[in-house]
DNA sequence: TATGTCAGGTTATCAGACAAGTCTTGCGCA
DNA sequence: TGCGCAAGACTTGTCTGATAACCTGACATA
């Protein structure tokens, strides 16, 4: 009978105990958890808060649950992978996030330039029209932004590359509107026009180096545009 | 009265409704969500199951609760990188896997010629010396190829590359450890430690140029072993 | 041996209650 | 009038007990 302090939610304590045991393959892959019962006695809690605990394996991967059955510590490869938020998202995390983002767009640009499919180059056309009519507001700037990524995201026929572009850029964006940028929305407006174009036109041409060349200098652009130095070399 | 169709569980449907309206920012963050009393009347279901669909949301960082406050949209920075397990890790999912692990590999080893620190070339030096003793099993083999790439992660002085390559290169060790692979221990082992040694070398010599085109031979090598091939060229 | 049935055990859901924390509101006081 | 503060309403966290749906393994039977 484990005695829990009562600083972090008890779930949550009980469930990084039973997540230890997992991870340390004390419980390996199809092994059966104890009851629900014989949790209640070991950690002197109720069932809803086992309940609670297991749910929170359960949301994470851990274990799955079969009604009647019992909860089952689930095979490593049916995880999902799972990055944490960083806790304070100052102008360090925010370079290092920008870091781990630049190599991911480069390669989903040379992807895109060899696998896109005509719907995957419509959509790209589709995302730069939008920035040929002129600036309006910084809102409607960042979600052009996104859906051109975005696109050449789903162009890779990845679905990897889209799901964690899709997460890393939304957060990436969400700072830069907090920020507000240092220059005019005319120009923002304008260099990120050019820099798209570029992209576009080397996606379109199919040549995947002068996409991932023109996606380097665009990554390097934003990045100087929001205050970071990028001290990256021709790979 | 028989159900012949299975319906996921009360608490996941409610969950994804919910999750539909804050993705939808019918509910924008900061939003507070009705009370538990109230969403039982409004689905009609017991407390306990809106406590689980609400701790799903909270699990996957779209909500907070406070107790006695109540439960609020997350802001968006404040949610987790998540990708969702593939439904098979079949050949095709497995490349696409190894598509998204190459550049973010390559880049971890440009940054850590860059960046590491005495420690990390002292713990990477460590890594390799484990491929100094012959073969012993395929378990020995990976672990050590794990520790590898892992300290190379550290070296970057980037904890995103870190999460993100331990992540996924766990799921890649565990599908290669499933294959058990088409050549002998040895030659993988002779192989590896070849292959880990150039990259090594270069990160020591603090050549990042070096150091990418190590270790994209060296993803491009074990691609090849493992039978997927990559119609990449250089960047 | 093969098969159908049943009993016991396990999770899913329900219902009601109290504890602990938060927010609002109104009252007393300066 | 304006401010401080405490009481009370409200909300989530935890506990308790019960029923329904479901799974597993043993057992009887042909």
Redesign the interface.
Known sequence: MTEFARVPQLSTRIATHLQTRIEAETWPPGTRLPTEAQMMQEFGVSR?VI??AI??LR???LVETRQGAGAFVAA???????????QT?DRRAFA??Y??R???E??AA??AA?NARKPDLARLAQAMARFDVPEESIEASVAADLEFHHAIALATQ????V??LA??S??IA??IRAARAEMTLADLHARTRSEHGAICAAITARD??AA?AAMRAHMAGGAARIGLRQ?????
């Open positions: 809803a309940r609670e749910a929170q949301n994470a991967g490593p490869g049916a995880r999902p992978i799972r990055l944490e938020p960083a998202m290092k996030l870091e781990l630049t190599p991911l480069v390669e040379g992807l060899q990845n679905p990897y590359f799901q964690v997460a890393i939304d957060r969400h700072v995947p180096q991932r001290k990256q070399g021709p790979t």
